[in-house]
Each structure stands twice: as structure tokens, then as C-alpha cells.
């Protein structure tokens, strides 16, 4: 018989699973623990992203993240699951980028098309990256549309942005450290030690991508899995098949969800206490990983933290459950709620 969870039950379970409960909060010590323990963090805005790691964690900073990712280069941003930008930890993207990558470059052709970037236009344009980066160059997106459009490849309008997301998801470059605030791109296998053995084989990762999401998003779904990483469901499905041994089964509102064995203590853990508040940043992680958000929110209100157009707005959650948006103003160096 499977154990029947309530909402409340699968918020709990879900933000323990996130590192957001305070029985997990603070498991992992450094940016890259965080940054792995959540399988990458969204990233359309970094500032978002270190916030994210900031919530997950105690004492963490802005600066801890900047080191992680220029000096210690333990984490790396760079296009990632459903071919969006992510801090991943600089190991898992070993096995994660040659996985994912020929994938969404396969899924942009039509794009592509319309933009005139046919595959020789973009392996020109790589070729150029690669040549203009050599040896340690870091170039911010203008500086390296610049040399670009010298060798007679067309960067206008979305174009440079496209060019820079094909070679980062074929490998050839990341993003490299700020220069006044501003992100330069690097060669990848300059910025790493890209050449080093990945420890999971090609044929280890589907199943390893569905292990990752299980301990981050648990209890989920083969479409919850599809819609985080940007598969297909069939291949969701199939990667669910081959742990299905390690996972256990349960009933959750709306329909059966699997999670880890590992995790089956929590399903008995009290749940008195305080309530659980936390201020989430814009395009958390915990707002992106599930087809369904119903868990989480209403829909009569779902607009607030999603108006569209792929804006994701910060999420006051209580509990697990999204109960306002917020928002703050620097003065004098310091941080304020606005009204």
C-alpha cells in the first residue's frame, strides 16, 4: 500500500529536499556542496543565483560565490538543464554538458535558421571564439561581437546572443570573471581542467541526472524530471525505470510521486516547530522545478510569480507554500523592505 502524503507532507519533504527546511539548511558547507546538492542553480541573473545559495546555507556570502566561481573555479556558469544559464559545479559538468548540450543545440535549429546561423556559420564563429580567447583572453559579449562581425559573422539583433549559447553548449567557451560588473566569456577548457576523466561514464548519465533531481526535488515525477531538465519524457520515464529499486513510491495529491529510499526517514519526521519562512530570490530553483506549481500556490495567484515571458518574480514562501512576493532598495550601503 503507498504511503499517502497531504500537501503540506510534500511541501515538507520537497523543501527538505532543497536544502530550504532547517533540518537541511546548512548541510552543505560551500558554494559547490550547495550549488551540487541542487543539481545547478538557475541563473539568468547571477545576483539571483547567489541569493539562492545564500537561503540554502549559513553564513555564505556574495563573496564566497565570486571566489567559488573565479578563483576557486569549483562551480561554473555556463547553458545548462533546458538550455537555460546555471552555476553547476565545475565536476558535474563533465557529465552534464556533453549529455544535454548537442540536445538544445538540436532543439534551436529552427532559430537558428532565422537568424542566419547555419552549422558552418557557427562553427566559423566558434572557430573565431576560440582563436580571440586563447591563452587566458576574457572578452565581454560586445568585445567578442566585435570580433566577430570582423571576420564577416553576422551578430546583430539576437544573433551574438545565440552564437555565445551554441559554442558554450558545444563546450568551447563559459563565462569567465566580471570586469565592472560586467561578464566576460572564457575558453572552457582553459578556465578548467576540462581534460580530466569525468567520473560518471556516458552510459551512467541519465540515470545519474535522475538520481541528482530525486535528491533535490523529491518527491517527483517523470514529467516534474522532464520539465526541470528539458528531456524528453520518454527518456524521463526510462531514466526513472533504471533506479526504480532505489526509489520509493507514494501517493501525492494529484497522483503518484517517487523518492529516494535514502530519504524514507522523513517521511516521520515531526513537523512542529515554528513555521518555515524564507525569501526566496527571483527564478529560484524551487519555483522551477516541477510541471506543476499548484503544489506550492494557487492558481488564482500564480501570475504574481509568474506574469510570463519567462520572468520568475521572488517568492515569500511559508512552509513551502508561496504566501507573498518582496522586493528591497540599497541605501547608504544598506539593504531596506520597500513597501
Keep these: 500500500m503507498l504511503r499517502s502524503l497531504s500537501l503540506e507532507q510534500l511541501r515538507r519533504l520537497r523543501t527538505q529536499a532543497q536544502g530550504l527546511h532547517p533540518q537541511t539548511t546548512g548541510s552543505a558547507v560551500s558554494v559547490a556542496q550547495v550549488v551540487r546538492a541542487v543539481g545547478g542553480l538557475q541563473s539568468q541573473e547571477l545576483r539571483s543565483a547567489e541569493l539562492a545559495v545564500r537561503v540554502r546555507s549559513h553564513g555564505l556570502t556574495v563573496q564566497d ?15 545548462c538543464m533546458r538550455g537555460t544559464m546555471h552555476l553547476v559545479a565545475a565536476d558535474d559538468l563533465k557529465w552534464l554538458l556533453p549529455f544535454l548540450g548537442q540536445r538544445f543545440i538540436a532543439a ?16 566559423r564563429a566558434s572557430q573565431v571564439m576560440h582563436a580571440v580567447l586563447r591563452g587566458g583572453a576574457a572578452l565581454t559579449r560586445p568585445e567578442l561581437a566585435d570580433r566577430l562581425a570582423a571576420a564577416g559573422i553576422p551578430v546583430e539583433g539576437q544573433a551574438i546572443a545565440h552564437l555565445v549559447r551554441s559554442a558554450a553548449l558545444e563546450g568551447v567557451i563559459c563565462f569567465g570573471p566580471e570586469r565592472d560588473g560586467v561578464l566576460t566569456y572564457v575558453l572552457l577548457d582553459e578556465w578548467l581542467e576540462w581534460n580530466v576523466p569525468s567520473p560518471i561514464m556516458p552510459e551512467q548519465t541519465q540515470t545519474e541526472l535522475v538520481r541528482r533531481y530525486l535528491a533535490a526535488y523529491g518527491p517527483a515525477t517523470p514529467d516534474d524530471f522532464a520539465s526541470w531538465s528539458g528531456i524528453p519524457i520518454s527518456q524521463a520515464r526510462a531514466g526513472f525505470e533504471t533506479i526504480l ?12 510521486g517517487w523518492m529516494r529510499n535514502n530519504d524514507r526517514d522523513w517521511l516521520d519526521a515531526s513537523q512542529d516547530g515554528p513555521p518555515m519562512v524564507r ?21 488564482a495567484y500564480a501570475r504574481r510569480i509568474h506574469p510570463g515571458g519567462g520572468q520568475i518574480n521572488p517568492a515569500l514562501i511559508e512552509d513551502g507554500r508561496v504566501v507573498g512576493t518582496w522586493r528591497s532598495a540599497r541605501k547608504k550601503k544598506r539593504l531596506h523592505p520597500c513597501d
Design 245 to 256: 529499486s532505489d526509489l520509493l513510491e507514494v501517493e501525492m495529491p494529484g497522483g503518484s
Design 279 to 299: 525569501l526566496l530570490p527571483r527564478y529560484d530553483t524551487y519555483l522551477l522545478g516541477y510541471k506543476s506549481r499548484d503544489f506550492m500556490m494557487s492558481p
Design 108 to 123: 534551436t535549429q529552427r532559430r537558428y535558421r532565422q537568424l542566419g546561423l547555419d552549422s558552418q556559420t557557427r562553427d
Design 65 to 79: 560565490v565570486k571566489r567559488a566561481r573565479e578563483e576557486d573555479r569549483s562551480i561554473v556558469l555556463t547553458w
